[in-house]
């Protein structure tokens, strides 16, 4: 699929520090920050797992706000469900989606939230009528759990019709 932006400052909180400000006694920064970088990749493939998504051989490297994720889904959107668990969590700037998917389907589009944004008005700009919104809603299960529950910044799959 490529690669996709998310806003950094938003989403998901792993509970962890951001990995240019850890400071550790007798390690140089670099070494810190790699560390660092090294739990946030561990953290990203945890909250993947988290969400029960079928992925094979998952791996997920992240430097610099960039996490790059790879193995093998069944479908497409299992791939794109992956990619925006990762997108979704604070820190993360951008996925660079390295996924084999086994079934080629079509790739649904992407919207990111914004204030004022519901469910009914984003499936109203996408599919011309507001009541397509439990479409969404699946399509973005089980990162939502609640069609009432969304936030500016967050990254949404909103699939073909």
């Known amino acids: ?25 007798g390690k140089s920064p670099d070494e810190v920050k790699a560390d660092a970088e090294r739990t946030m990749a561990k953290a990203l493939a945890a909250e993947v797992k988290s ?3 079928q992925v094979e051989d998952l ?3 992240y430097a610099g706000g960039k996490a790059v994720v790879y193995g093998k889904t069944p479908s497409q959107a299992e791939r794109e ?11 993360v700037g951008q996925v660079d989606d390295r996924i ?10 992407f919207h990111t939230v914004e204030r004022g944004d ?3 008005k984003i499936a109203k700009k996408y599919y011309g009528n507001a009541m ?23 990254v949404l799959r909103i699939p073909p019709q």
């Open 81 to 91: 469900k992956v990619v925006l668990a990762i997108g979704n969590t604070e820190g």
């Open 118 to 120: 519901t469910l009914s």
């Open 59 to 61: 791996r997920v490297e």
């Open 51 to 53: 969400h029960n998504l």
């Open 100 to 109: 084999e998917v086994v079934t080629p389907e079509p790739e649904a589009q």
């Open 132 to 154: 397509k919104y439990p479409v969404i809603f699946e399509a973005n299960k089980p990162m939502l759990t609640d069609p009432d529950k969304i936030y500016p910044g967050q």
């Open 1 to 25: 699929m490529g690669l996709f932006d998310f806003v950094k400052s938003a989403g998901r909180k792993l509970g962890l520090v951001a990995p240019e400000k850890v400071e550790a006694a």
